[in-house]
């Protein structure tokens, strides 16, 4: 089969192996690799500020660039389908047999046989900035009239959306997975990447390590683990709070600068002092 992932404006790494994605992006990635692996022509795009092309893993991966002058005028209300129509131009050149969009739910003119949206966060919450969804009845109805199934990453996100569609049973609950080629490991190597890692963070094998993975923004959460985890540090020494990430990481590909940049700054300015005594 033709497969398309769609990413909206999330941005895709020219070369995953060695550049950061979201967990989003790196779910699509994973779910491409493995079709690709079972002989399907797969591809990622999104919508970013240049136009590139390449291949890794079997898989396309492509940037498109808006199109500036894509704006519909109805009835004095101008619509603008700058960010949607290359994606509308590629399905219908290429001729898809799935499209599968990634908080992507604007799915209209798009040329598939099947359309599948993978609802990956609560469609119902509000959200911050770019990230806002809160989608509302004329949304779900939209998308319902758009899309042929539904995959929710959990229980509660299947729950959500069942919310606002008349119909529950194209919702699936299909929870994101681990690479076990890449991450399984033995006993044995589990134990001296452990010392390995204490060793290079000055740790002592008794010390108790807290470790974050992901973006550092607010809907994670991180300033309230910095706040938690400077009280703790105040009175203890025999902890470490170590993050692995950055803000950056929620950046879409069209954006100039980082919207999160204060608030990664108000994590570190938290964390200082305890940074500071190790």
């Known amino acids: 089969m033709k497969i398309l992932h769609l990413l909206g ?19 699509a990635l994973e779910l491409a690799r493995l079709q690709a692996q079972q002989g ?4 990622l795009v999104c919508i970013g500020r240049e136009t590139w092309q390449t291949t890794w893993q079997g898989v396309t991966l492509r940037s498109l660039k808006p199109l500036a002058w ?17 994606f509308v131009l590629l399905s219908w050149r290429q001729s898809f047999d799935v499209i599968h969009s990634h908080l992507y739910y604007y799915l209209r003119g798009l040329r598939a046989k099947a359309r599948i949206a993978h609802v990956h966060g609560d469609p119902l919450h ?21 899309a042929s199934s539904f995959i929710a990453v959990s229980q509660f996100i299947a729950d959500r959306l069942g919310q606002g569609l008349t ?5 699936h609950v299909v929870y994101n997975g681990v690479n076990f080629e890449r991450f399984a490991v033995t006993d044995t190597v589990r134990e001296q990447s452990r010392d390995r890692w204490r060793y290079t963070w000055q740790v002592a094998p008794t010390d108790t390590v807290f470790v974050y993975v992901g973006a550092v923004v607010p809907e994670k959460g991180v ?3 910095a706040k938690a985890f400077a009280k703790i540090d105040a009175v203890r020494s025999d902890e470490l709070l170590v993050i692995i990430g950055s803000s950056s990481l929620w950046c879409t590909s069209l954006q100039v600068r980082n919207p999160h940049e204060r ?7 938290i964390l200082s002092a305890a940074s500071q005594r190790k």
Not at 76 to 82: A, C, L, N, Y
Not at 167 to 171: A, F, G, L, Q, R
Request: no cysteine; glycine share 6%.
């Open 70 to 86: 894509a704006r519909i005028t109805i009835l004095g209300r101008t619509i603008d389908v700058s960010r949607h129509l290359p």
């Open 263 to 269: 608030y990664e700054a108000e994590v570190h300015s």
């Open 167 to 171: 119909d529950k049973s194209n919702i």
């Open 223 to 225: 300033l309230q683990l």
């Open 126 to 146: 509000e959200g911050m900035g770019d990230h806002k969804v809160g989608m509302s009845a004329a949304d779900f109805a939209l998308l319902e009239s758009t």
């Open 40 to 43: 399907h022509s797969t591809t």
């Open 9 to 27: 404006s999330f941005r895709l790494p020219k070369d995953p192996e060695q550049e950061s994605a979201s967990g989003v992006v790196r779910v």
